[in-house]
T-cell receptor, first 114, second 114 residues
Framework: AQSVTQPDIHITVSEGASLELRCNYSYGATPYLFWYVQSPGQGLQLLLKYFSGDTLVQGIKGFEAEFKRSQSSFNLRKPSVHWSDAAEYFCAVGGDTGFQKLVFGTGTRLLVSP | NAGVTQTPKFRVLKTGQSMTLLCAQDMNHEYMYWYRQDPGMGLRLIHYSVGEGTTAKGEVPDGYNVSRLKKQNFLLGLESAAPSQTSVYFC?????????????FGSGTRLTVV
């Protein structure tokens, strides 16, 4: 069964600094990988997704993520963080055959300091 | 706007009371899901449905029942609420059995059982 590990529960970044959120997955075949963002009191919004092809994927709000099969990782990055990026970020994994359900990580809460 | 609507947004229940959470989507999605979100545990799948009239158990189904009598609606029931069911509940839907399109999430229902 697939699983996702987000090793950082909280991360604090200064506004304008770069950001990298870590995600490691476990899946026996080709994974479908997602990053979602949850602003306080809101639902989950899709930031980006990876299925195949170019391992560097671009998403909304200036985010990008890089798929590294050898490391089973799908880390989320942003070159310059804005105060509005403060939220909780979830990595999720699913498979590419048949009916698939998304499995989510435990989330990383991003705090942005002035 | 098209999307997933959850009602109610907030609810406080006494132990032993029952209630039903409603999820409605207007995107003609075939697949629908109920997740619960707890601190440090991410999102865990409660039940899901692969089409009208079908339901299936997810990762944490105990204490919950579901029904999908109409394609656009997915109901989550708590027959006898317990404090352990205090959580934020999210409904999601998807167009395809495969994950190409990801999930669309509702804004959540915050349930407190006292």
């Amino acid at each position: 069964a697939q699983s996702v590990t987000q090793p950082d529960i909280h991360i604090t970044v200064s506004e304008g600094a770069s950001l990298e959120l870590r995600c490691n997955y476990s899946y026996g075949a080709t994974p479908y990988l997602f990053w979602y963002v949850q602003s306080p009191g809101q639902g989950l919004q899709l930031l980006l997704k990876y299925f195949s092809g170019d391992t560097l994927v671009q998403g909304i709000k200036g985010f990008e993520a890089e798929f590294k099969r050898s490391q089973s990782s799908f880390n989320l990055r942003k070159p310059s963080v804005h105060w509005s990026d403060a939220a909780e970020y979830f990595c999720a994994v699913g498979g590419d055959t048949g009916f698939q359900k998304l499995v989510f990580g435990t989330g990383t809460r991003l705090l942005v300091s002035p | 706007n098209a999307g997933v609507t959850q009602t109610p947004k907030f609810r406080v229940l006494k132990t032993g009371q029952s209630m039903t959470l409603l999820c409605a989507q207007d995107m003609n999605h075939e697949y629908m899901y109920w997740y619960r979100q707890d601190p440090g545990m991410g999102l865990r799948l409660i039940h899901y449905s692969v089409g009208e009239g079908t339901t299936a158990k997810g990762e944490v189904p105990d204490g919950y029942n579901v029904s999908r009598l109409k394609k656009q609606n997915f109901l989550l029931g708590l027959e006898s609420a317990a404090p352990s069911q205090t959580s934020v509940y999210f409904c999601a839907s998807s167009y395809s059995a495969r994950l190409n399109y990801g999930y669309t999430f509702g804004s959540g229902t915050r349930l407190t059982v006292v």
